[in-house]
């Protein structure tokens, strides 16, 4: 037998295996991921073209111009922005630069399972603070008692919460942030663009926030994995030490620099999910006396009499819908929200097995 020389938290670890096999040839409706149901704008697909007919895919990339088109649109300046490969990638980066072995970090739940990855692969010692069951509420008044006790180095808040849907006010997060002056402040911001909140503006006054943002979701990069963080200037000087030079590809960069110079797609696509098939869906769930829970983004969390059962329908009427793992919200489903054809795809799908 080969010796396994991973570190010791590395061998304890349990990865996050999302389903992925097969989805790229499934010919149904993909409500399992929070993807953008429709291609994104035709700019993003005519510069990649053209980029490619150029031939300059021997280049290092190069990300000034976009780096400043996303400061513009996220009403920052210039230098307090990082493009990174993916979300994730940014969540990597900022937990390597800010938090050590054996640092404490408070990680509301349930939530996104990467940010327990990244706090197990570099040893830290997580604070698990649970949503309140009722309505999956932002748990502001526990994380405040608990900041009596511990001073912890990251603060985990994502905003609106995967899966829950949660939405936390500026508010709440104002409060716990001034309760801790030597915390770091990750907030996930991937589905900004749905509930149009964001704690940028918090930044000049509160320097130990740090946000992170996709293009994998209102704009339907995701197979391209492109994110950016937005901090202080200094904050970003530090973590682009960790980043390295070329850590997101040309074709990427190419791609979110068009889908910006059509914010105007996004935000027919967005309006359609939030104002007409989300409505639509909750209807029904309401009509049926299936219980939901409100959300500020392109998903809803739901639990049906019998989850996989439930599952199964769909997945026989080639939908995909998400099953829940973590312990608080096991019995449930997440479905993301498409087009309107599709929710009443999905509607009618589900009434055949309600009878």
Request: glycine share 4%.
């Amino acid at each position: 037998m080969v010796k396994n020389y991973a570190l010791k938290w590395i061998k304890d670890m349990t990865p996050y295996s999302p389903p992925l096999g097969g989805r790229l040839n499934f010919s149904g409706d993909l409500l399992d991921f929070n993807e953008r149901v429709t291609t994104p704008s035709k700019k993003v697909t005519t510069a990649l073209i053209a980029f490619f007919r150029k031939g300059k895919i021997q280049r290092y990339p190069e990300y000034a111009d976009l780096q400043e088109k996303i400061s513009k649109y996220a009403k920052v300046l210039a230098n307090q922005v990082m493009i990174t490969n993916g979300s994730d990638h940014g969540i990597d980066v900022i937990f390597r630069t800010f938090v050590g072995k054996n640092d404490t970090i408070v990680i509301p739940a349930p939530t996104f399972p990467m940010f327990m990855q990244y706090a197990q692969m570099i040893g830290c010692r997580v604070a698990k603070v649970p949503y309140e069951k009722i309505d999956f509420k932002f748990p502001a008044a526990e994380i405040l008692q608990l900041l009596k006790n511990k001073n912890p180095k990251l603060i985990i808040i994502c905003n609106p919460n995967n899966p829950t849907g949660s939405v936390i006010s500026m508010k709440d997060i104002e409060v716990i942030v001034l309760k801790a002056p030597d915390s770091i402040f990750m907030i996930d911001e991937a589905y900004f663009e749905f509930s149009g909140i964001s704690a940028t503006s918090l930044l000049k006054k509160f320097p130990n926030i740090v946000i992170v943002r996709t293009f994998s979701k209102a704009f339907g990069l995701a197979s391209l994995r492109i994110g950016y963080v937005i901090a202080s200037e200094q904050h970003i000087e530090e973590m682009m030490k960790v980043r390295g030079p070329y850590a997101v590809n040309m074709a990427a960069h190419i791609a979110a620099n068009a889908a910006l110079d059509d914010i105007e797609d996004m935000k027919m696509y967005v309006q359609e999910v939030m104002t007409k098939a989300k409505p639509l869906l909750e209807t029904f769930f309401k009509k049926n006396s299936i219980p939901f829970y409100k959300s500020g983004a392109n998903f809803i969390l739901f639990e049906p009499k019998n989850k996989q059962e439930v599952y199964e329908h769909f997945k026989k009427n080639d939908i995909l819908v998400r099953p829940q793992r973590a312990p608080e919200i096991q019995d449930m489903l997440r479905v993301s929200i498409g087009t309107v054809k599709q929710m009443n795809r999905f509607i009618k799908v589900y009434s055949q097995l309600l009878g």
